[in-house]
């Protein structure tokens, strides 16, 4: 199915790890966002890239840095993970910069970091 | 950073209407309200999206005031699926950035 995947679905990190969460679409979106969902605060955007080769910070930046591979790949990195960056990370695209046409989001990445 | 604001939760039995107010007064000119879905462990999900006076589709309706400062989704005959969280999403005028309100959890009884 067309759509946005994120890969990992599940990971554990100690304090001080780094990784990648990876996420690409297949719907030639010119926009692509990472999100992260806690607890009671409904979700908060972390970076988007309004088309490929540009990135800006979005709520919560702090902490994390991300790559617009090309079109289709939007990484977002944890250089030295925190237990406060535990939360589940979604991935979305939509078709305008700034989601006039509603966002795909993938199916998240539950992140524990211990 | 414009705030939406949303009821935290509301309750309703199956084959009820809902309406599901979002507040957002400091939305920008050009911007759309886009209203999504989300069930446990999923991504959000689309619904409906409008800019002005009112939007149906298969789903649900969206009525948007001529003001723009408030939207109403509106759940025809609810059923058990329709339970979930309910967002709605504008744009902030002063960032240009797509803010989600908090979230309404819809409990739809039998």
């Known amino acids: 199915n067309a759509g946005v995947t994120q890969t990992p679905k599940f990971q554990v990190l100690k304090t001080g790890q780094s990784m990648t969460l990876q996420c690409a679409q297949d719907m030639n979106h010119n926009s692509m966002y990472w999100y992260r969902q806690d607890p009671g605060m409904g979700l908060r955007l972390i970076y988007y890239s309004a088309s490929e080769g540009t990135t800006d910070k979005g709520e919560v930046p702090n902490g994390y840095n991300v790559s617009r591979l090309n079109k289709r790949e939007f990484s977002l990195r944890l250089e030295s993970a925190a237990p406060s960056q535990t939360s589940v990370y979604f991935c979305a695209s939509s078709e305008a910069g700034q989601g006039d046409y509603g966002y795909t989001f993938g199916s998240g990445t539950r992140l524990t970091v211990v | 950073l414009a705030k939406t604001t949303q009821p935290i939760s509301m309750d309703s039995y199956e084959g009820q209407e809902v309406n599901i107010t979002c507040s957002h007064n400091?939305?920008?000119?050009?911007?759309?309200i886009t209203w999504y879905q989300q069930f446990p462990s999923q991504g959000p999900r689309f619904i409906i999206q409008?800019?002005?006076t009112k939007v149906t589709n298969e789903v649900a309706s969206l009525f948007i005031p001529a003001d723009r400062k408030s939207s109403t989704l509106s759940l025809p005959r609810v059923s058990l699926s329709d339970t979930a969280v309910y967002y709605c999403?504008?744009?902030?005028?002063?960032?240009?950035?797509?803010?989600f309100g908090q979230g309404t959890t819809l409990q739809v009884k039998p």
């Open positions: 400091n939305i920008a000119t050009n911007d759309y």
């Open positions: 409008g800019y002005k």
């Open positions: 999403l504008v744009g902030d005028e002063n960032t240009g950035k797509l803010i």
